[in-house]
């Protein structure tokens, strides 16, 4: 592990009335949250809810219309570049260069982050997340759960503090998945990092999280546990309670508790 800064007195992740508008459209509506140190929180919602616009402001992709964003305690609209190198991101829905053997591919971050020793963490990576048999393989070649699973890689080899998600599972078969599940479980007891991830998948979220933020038309209508949650909306399942939050039914009581 690199030395990061400590943040264990501040939240991991602080976002204060972020908004971000594409010409009339607010992708992300005034929308406020925070992600104590050591935990695991998700950010739920149907496709433009705002949830990837979040996150890549969160990674300084984007830059926010208004509002303020920090990451282990340092300004990421400031000095973003001062606390990149303590986190990383994963999404099935970013290629890695497809000519490149997936060895080759993690040979390449692995110089970007400043390794100080490539080989041994890309071994331990490899073997970790079973990436042994296509390693010389060019990643165009590879499955889309090969992919995802390389992805994860190349999101893991600076050991993050910081660990940004988007549907970490996707494309994945059951198996697979359930150990991807347990390997996050494994490494954030492990290393005590911070991961936000957006899903689809209610019962990951349900195994993952301590914190769920709702989204809808680019804000948090509710957040709390996955127990809060059932409890509050009397479902069984966390699926149910996104039904009913996509669908806009009987919300507005939850709206008020989440405020």
């Known amino acids: 592990m690199t030395d990061h800064p400590s943040a264990h007195d501040k939240p991991a992740i602080r976002v204060e009335k972020l908004t971000k508008h594409y010409h009339n459209v607010a992708a992300v509506d005034g929308i406020s949250f925070t992600v104590p140190a050591g935990t695991t929180a998700a950010l739920l919602g149907g496709n433009g809810a705002g ?42 829905y970013v290629d890695l260069p497809k000519r490149l053997s997936a060895r080759e591919n993690l040979r390449v971050y692995a110089s970007l982050y400043g390794l100080r020793e490539p080989k041994k963490r890309i071994t331990q990576l490899a073997e970790e997340l079973d990436l042994g048999a296509f390693m010389n393989r060019p990643s165009g070649t590879l499955s889309s759960g090969q992919r995802l699973r390389l992805a994860l890689a190349k999101a893991l080899l600076n050991e993050p503090d910081v660990l940004l998600l988007d549907e970490p599972t996707a494309s994945l078969d059951p198996d697979t998945a359930d150990r991807i599940r347990a390997y996050l479980e494994n490494y954030q007891s492990a290393t005590g990092a911070t991961i936000l991830l957006a899903s689809h998948n209610m019962a990951e979220v349900e195994r993952l999280c301590s914190q769920v933020m709702m989204m809808r038309g680019g804000k948090i209508v509710d957040a709390g546990s996955p127990a809060t949650l059932l409890d509050r909306y009397g479902r069984a399942t966390l699926e149910d309670v996104f039904l009913d939050i996509a669908r806009n039914r009987n919300t507005g009581s939850a709206q008020d508790a989440a405020e």
């Not at 964003?69 to 099935?92: H, T």
């Open 51 to 92: 949830k990837t616009t979040t996150i890549s402001v969160l990674l300084g992709l984007l830059l926010p219309t208004s509002g303020a964003v920090s990451v282990l305690g340092v300004d990421m609209l400031k000095r973003r570049y001062d606390i990149l190198p303590c986190m990383n991101f994963c999404s099935p």
